[in-house]
């Protein structure tokens, strides 16, 4: 590898790993976007397993426990106290239903059965008496597992319900659709009368008044009366702490709180279980709740984990095979002398709608697995493939109603060329991706703009064929490609949406870093290989594919560069790495590459800190776009990155702003941000973090390790940030040994999730073995 001129080059791999660096502690993998009040942050997560681990949701940073998001925590705690200080505005309504507003609405809709049964709570739940169907059998079996009275598979091993029926969709031409130009989904609307309630509780139990919207937001129109006899509702306003909300509490009902109350234990169970979804779990064992419980001074974790279930807060799981009848009776008597090789149970406690997504989602990806023709006749198209991979797929896709693909960049070519031949055959066939930059170059790659979508837009209609008259997708293939990036909400609303008959190919790159929602979707349908699967073997090209496919299997090699595709730049600290990332992008590799500035992405660990993207951003714009900051801190020119949902991080570039809001080009599609959700859901992007950046290339990367980043980097981390350049990749390493220690011994920290066993207990004949 070489240096471009005036710079030094460096070295990036070491023959042995050095231990000088510890790896990161559990829960080091916290999620770039921890800092909930600020919804431009939502698309980035990692996986953390431990609940008492993640920080607060209000904190800054990317929450990876490197000292540069410790650096951050005042800033995360200053947004924290002006969310406190002053309330959001209220947002405008959209002159019509936006992309985003529609996405968020699919699923609500999704939910709407979780909501019936919470709604029919009307007084505290006794005995789990409030509990019905899948939880009164779940709760159930759990007390007969912990009383001994009965195995829990006498409670869950059941036989899966056949698939819901549905008509194939119809061959009937679909009206095309025009896109309209998207608009920020607006908040719940709150009353002058609800908020007036609520700032007056708030203010008597000293809790800031600014709260008072987040609080109609979270708890609806009674949030005053939820409030006053349960202060504890308070922590379902995103960025307030146990701390804060047991403040409120005591202040409101003086000594007739204290730490086991149940109001407050049953909140905390679900404070936790919504924390460890922002790491992206579905579910959390069960004794690491009670840990956490009893680091909050819980005096019983037990009691309060049982209540929350009661109380319907909480759903309860086993995973794991029961003792058998034998196994019991050797370790009651025989202990010493028997060889008792057994799994042990597993309870893991979760939210009901993670529950109810990943549930409907295996269902889904059963009922495609079970409906689809086996018989359809490829052999022709796949004759006519442009590699063997390619063909690969395409006889495997004719044969199963759900197909796993996995592979590199290169690989993308493979799904192409799926959607070609069966676009050849007649077929209704599409392909889906995380990002308008990802859209472009699957259809760059087909030779048809009409063959690509963006998933948000598939699902809310904006993009693709529309739904036919029983409302699932008017397609025979459907192909998502980015799959990692499919968390399972999102998941369960897609595969809804498909008719019977469909047939659905995820394709990615299992080496990335995972989704931004919970779950592990991709992961998992891998793991259960509940469907037949094709490892492409079509290899990444030139110095960067070679680099970052050693990175894949824990190799951080040094490579032939000649044509300075890749360029180390050592630096000693912060203030250095800012700089020499500021002299990369603007003079640099303009100079030896000729790709303008706005052509290349930077890329770096955390959000805070000294070389974060705050302060990465900062320096680019004065150096590329200076300017007042006119419209809400931003110019025109401004590159940006805009959040119109959580999850969903859309580059773009400020045109203008009115009366109607700041207006941005992202990616060709025309987005107004009212000006009330500026501040929230629009921050700079010249520097962006790996999760922010996953699924979208630029032709130039100049990825930024400052020393303060450590902690923060992992095998999967690496291996995102490393790949998003496509013809150059620039390093400014401050991390010593730390970056080849991240590769070859940090990989990416598992996500606790119940899709996999679901998967591998329904009945898939045509799986692959």
Not at 145 to 157: I, M, N, P, Q, R
Not at 504 to 532: E, H, I, K, M, Y
Not at 602 to 630: D, F, S, W
């Amino acid at each position: 590898m070489t240096a471009l001129p005036g710079e030094t080059p460096g070295t990036v791999g070491t023959d042995t790993p050095q231990d000088t660096v510890s790896p990161p502690e559990a829960g080091a993998e916290g999620p770039e976007h921890a800092e909930a009040p600020d919804a431009s942050d939502a698309p980035d997560a990692s996986d953390a397993p431990d609940p008492s681990d993640a920080p607060d949701a209000s904190e800054g940073g990317e929450s990876s426990g490197t000292p540069a998001d410790e650096d951050d925590d005042a800033g995360g705690d200053e947004e924290a106290e002006a969310a406190a200080d002053a309330a959001p505005a209220e947002a405008a309504p959209a002159a019509e239903l936006s992309e985003a507003q529609a996405e968020l609405a699919a699923q609500r809709e999704l939910r709407e059965r979780i909501e019936k049964r919470k709604a029919e709570k009307a007084a505290p739940i006794a005995a789990g008496t409030g509990l019905s169907g899948t939880a009164a059998d779940l709760l159930a079996a759990v007390r007969a597992v912990e009383s001994g009275e009965k195995a829990g598979t006498a409670f869950f091993d059941r036989p899966a319900a056949p698939p819901a029926s549905r008509r194939p969709a119809p061959a009937a031409a679909q009206q095309p659709r025009t896109p309209a130009p998207e608009a920020a989904p607006t908040e719940r609307t709150a009353t002058p009368e609800a908020l007036d309630a609520v700032r007056a509780v708030l203010t008597e139990g000293g809790a800031p008044e600014a709260l008072a919207r987040p609080a109609v937001g979270a708890l609806g129109e009674q949030a005053a009366e939820l409030l006053r006899t349960d202060p504890w509702q308070l922590l379902s306003v995103p960025g307030v702490r146990p701390e804060q909300a047991d403040g409120f509490a005591r202040a409101l009902l003086g000594a007739d709180c204290g730490p086991d109350d149940g109001r407050r234990t049953a909140a905390l169970v679900g404070w936790l279980l919504e924390r460890a979804a922002l790491q992206g779990h579905t579910a959390l064992d069960a004794e690491a709740v009670r840990t956490a419980l009893a680091e909050r001074a819980v005096g019983d974790p037990d009691a309060a984990v049982r209540d929350a279930v009661e109380e319907g807060v909480a759903l309860v799981f086993q995973e794991g095979d029961e003792p058998s009848a034998d196994d019991a009776g050797a370790a009651d008597g025989e202990a010493e002398d028997a060889d008792v090789a057994r799994e042990p149970v597993q309870v893991l406690l979760g939210l009901d709608r993670y529950a109810l997504a990943e549930e409907s989602l295996a269902d889904g990806l059963a009922r495609l697995v079970n409906a689809c023709e086996k018989a359809a006749d490829w052999a022709e198209a796949a004759a006519a493939a442009p590699g063997p991979s390619a063909a690969e797929l395409i006889r495997t896709t004719a044969a199963a109603g759900l197909v796993a693909h996995s592979g590199g960049e290169a690989a993308r070519a493979e799904p192409a060329a799926l959607i070609a031949a069966a676009r050849g055959l007649g077929l209704r066939a599409l392909g889906a991706t995380h990002s308008e930059d990802g859209r472009r170059r699957l259809a760059a790659a087909t030779g048809d703009p009409d063959t690509a979508v963006t998933l948000s837009g598939l699902l809310s209609g904006a993009q693709g064929p529309g739904r036919d008259e029983d409302g699932a997708l008017a397609l025979d293939l459907l192909v998502v490609l980015d799959a990692p990036q499919l968390d399972v909400e999102g998941a369960a609303v897609l595969v809804e949406a498909l008719a019977d008959g469909t047939r659905l190919v995820l394709s990615g790159d299992p080496g990335v870093l995972g989704s931004a929602g919970a779950g592990r979707v991709f992961a998992d349908v891998l793991a259960s290989r509940a469907c037949p699967q094709v490892v492409s073997r079509t290899p990444d090209p030139g110095p960067i594919g070679e680099l970052v496919s050693g990175i894949g299997i824990g190799e951080l090699n040094q490579v032939d560069a000649p044509g300075k595709e890749v360029v180390i730049v050592p630096v000693r600290d912060a203030g250095e790495a800012v700089h020499r990332t500021v002299q990369l992008v603007a003079d640099s590799v303009p100079r030896a590459f000729g790709i303008p500035a706005e052509e290349t992405q930077v890329i770096t660990v955390g959000h805070g800190g000294a070389a974060g993207t705050r302060a990465l951003n900062e320096a680019l714009k004065q150096r590329l776009n200076p300017g007042p900051g006119r419209f809400g801190g931003f110019d025109p020119g401004d590159r940006v990155v805009h959040v119109p949902a959580p999850g969903r991080a859309v580059p773009g570039v400020v045109l203008s702003a009115d009366a109607e809001g700041l207006r941005l080009d992202c990616g060709g599609v025309p987005v107004v941000v009212p000006q009330e959700r500026v501040e929230s859901s629009v921050r700079h992007g010249w520097a962006l973090s790996a999760h922010q950046a996953a699924g979208m290339r630029w032709p130039a990367a100049v990825v930024v390790l400052p020393g303060d980043a450590a902690q923060g980097l992992s095998r999967p981390w690496v291996y995102t940030a490393f790949g998003r350049g496509e013809r150059h990749l620039s390093v400014v390493h401050g991390v010593d040994q730390a970056l080849p220690h991240a590769v070859a011994q940090v990989p990416a920290q598992e996500r606790t999730t119940r899709l996999r066993p679901l998967l591998e207990a329904l009945p898939t004949p045509d799986a692959a073995s």
